[in-house]
């Protein structure tokens, strides 16, 4: 499995941005894919987790602001991002799991100005 994060870029606060995560592999409906992201200085954090079935699930501090969804027809899972803050500044993964272990893309980079 292969995974590129694109969308990234430079808003300012109360701004928006659209996340892609793009999946190789004839299993992308079966996964679950998580978001990620990493700010400087700090661990990374799970920001939003979507199961096969479409369930989805959000870190406090981005639920009502952020959305994560998935394509299976596009083999694409993206993360809506609203009403940015500062502190969502970071690089931002796209994650994925199989029985071989986990599959992390390359990160796009978010920064949000005040």
């Known amino acids: 499995v292969q995974l590129q994060a694109s969308g990234g870029g430079s808003v300012q606060t109360g701004g928006s941005l659209r996340l892609s995560c793009a999946a190789s592999?004839?299993?992308?409906?079966?996964?679950?894919f998580d978001w990620y992201r990493q700010a400087p200085g700090k661990q990374r954090e799970l920001v939003a987790s979507?199961?096969?079935?479409?369930?989805?699930n959000y870190a406090d501090f981005v639920k009502g602001r952020f959305t994560i969804s998935r394509d299976n027809a596009k083999n694409t899972v993206s993360l809506q991002m609203n009403s940015l803050k500062p502190e969502d500044t970071g690089v931002y993964y796209c994650?994925?799991?199989?029985?071989?272990?986990?599959?992390w893309g390359q990160g796009t980079l978010v920064t949000v100005s005040s």
């Open positions: 592999g004839r299993i992308f409906r079966f996964n679950a």
């Open positions: 994650k994925t799991f199989l029985i071989t272990g986990d599959y």
């Open positions: 979507i199961t096969s079935g479409g369930r989805t």
